[in-house]
């Protein structure tokens, strides 16, 4: 055993290979950070896709089972593509929904 698999197990990050070569790896809101932070870096930034990922990352995905729970770093990302695509209204409203 490697020590990439005793890292998974003691962090109990459930991470499986299927034989199609597919990586399942539990979502966790540091992951739905990154995803939303490569929307906001891409040459021309993806909006609608970062807050599909918000959106299905807060509801729980399609089964609604494991909710994440956005942090600064989400709703920064989230800003950050908005303000590379020039959607200023939407900066305020995600301002507006920030819990302090």
């Known amino acids: 055993m490697d020590d990439e ?8 990050k459930k991470i499986t290979s299927t034989a199609g070569g597919t990586t ?4 966790t809101t540091k992951l739905m950070n990154h995803a939303i932070g490569v929307c906001a870096r891409s040459p021309s930034p993806l909006l609608s896709e970062a807050f599909h990922i918000f959106t299905h990352g807060i509801s729980g995905g ?21 303000a590379r695509v020039g959607d200023v209204q939407r900066c305020l409203e995600l301002l507006k929904s920030m819990k302090v």
């Not at 399942?24 to 979502?27: E, G, H, L, N, T």
């Not at 399609?62 to 908005?82: A, E, Q, W």
Request: with cysteine; proline share 6%; hydrophobic share 25%.
């Open 5 to 12: 698999d005793d890292n998974n197990k003691k962090n109990n």
């Open 24 to 27: 399942r790896v539990k979502p």
């Open 62 to 82: 399609k089964r609604g089972i494991r909710r994440l729970s956005p942090n600064v770093y989400t709703f920064g990302s989230l800003m950050s593509v908005c």
